[in-house]
């Protein structure tokens, strides 16, 4: 398990998304999923810094698990800015014209379309984001 | 991300290589705003663009608004994961891709 507490700022993006392919890199990740997991990590954690905290900042706390049976790769997000939990976000329609579209929604969307699992639950004043993905 | 424009009257071609992300959307994002002026041809090409994601798409999706106003725009060489991501998304519809 590696772990990571950090500021939620587009700053660290980075970071979290080199901890995460090099996490999946020594499990001998296909390249082409590892590029759909940053995709996914990205979205989650920009959401974070963008919208958790308001104008104000905080951290984010990112756990990263490889597991084996199934084979796969499981993260969860944790921040302790306001309740948000983006799976009751309604999907964007995305049979719309260029000029009808809305493009919010779409981030989260990728991720559900790119993950297996994902679940998300209020603790402990604390959102918590899960999403497991096998490989 | 590097972005490189060469422009031939109204014609523009933007060169993109690197990813499409959060970080380097904005710089994008200001290219567009700028620069599309009198521009009747816009070319975005993808060759070297390893992923897009959705702060890279709005900026794609905000160039399309811009073209469709002044005139044709087209994505060029996008490789198999991008291509993905413009399936998933539905922009496969609203951006016109040449395969």
Redesign the interface.
């Known amino acids: 398990m590696r772990e990571l507490d950090i500021a939620a700022i587009?700053d660290n993006?980075?970071t979290v998304l080199d901890l995460v392919s090099e996490e999946m890199e020594k499990m001998d990740c296909p390249p082409?999923i590892i590029?759909?997991m940053?995709?996914a990590v990205?979205?989650i954690f920009?959401n974070i810094s963008h919208y958790a905290y308001g104008e104000g900042t905080g951290n984010a706390k990112i756990l990263v698990e490889t597991k084996e049976d199934p084979r796969g790769i499981s993260i969860t997000f944790i921040d302790s800015g306001v309740p948000y939990d983006p799976l009751k976000k309604e999907d964007p329609d995305?049979?719309?014209?260029?000029?009808e579209?809305q493009?919010g929604g779409?981030?989260i969307?990728?991720v559900k379309?790119t993950v297996d699992e994902i679940d998300y639950r209020y603790e402990d004043g604390k959102n918590i984001l899960h999403v497991f993905k096998s490989f | 991300m590097t972005i490189n424009t060469k422009q031939e009257g109204s014609k523009m071609t933007i060169t993109l290589e690197g990813r499409l992300?959060?970080?380097t959307a904005p710089e994008l994002e200001e290219v567009i705003k700028e620069q599309l002026h009198g521009i009747t041809d816009l070319v975005f090409d993808l060759k070297d663009i390893?992923?897009?994601?959705?702060?890279g798409?709005?900026v794609l999706?905000a160039a399309?608004?811009v073209m469709?106003r002044q005139g044709n725009m087209v994505i060029r060489n996008a490789n198999?994961?991008v291509m993905?991501?413009f399936d998933?998304?539905?922009f496969v519809?609203?951006l016109n891709i040449e395969s």
């Not at chain 1, 995305?94 to 000029?99: D, G, H, P, T, V």
């Not at chain 2, 390893?50 to 702060?55: D, E, I």
């Open positions: 587009d993006l980075n082409k590029i759909k940053t995709v990205e979205e920009v995305i049979n719309l014209s260029a000029e579209r493009i779409l981030g969307y990728m379309q | 992300d959060t970080l390893a992923y897009v994601s959705s702060a798409l709005r999706l399309q608004k469709n198999e994961d993905e991501i998933v998304t539905g519809d609203i």
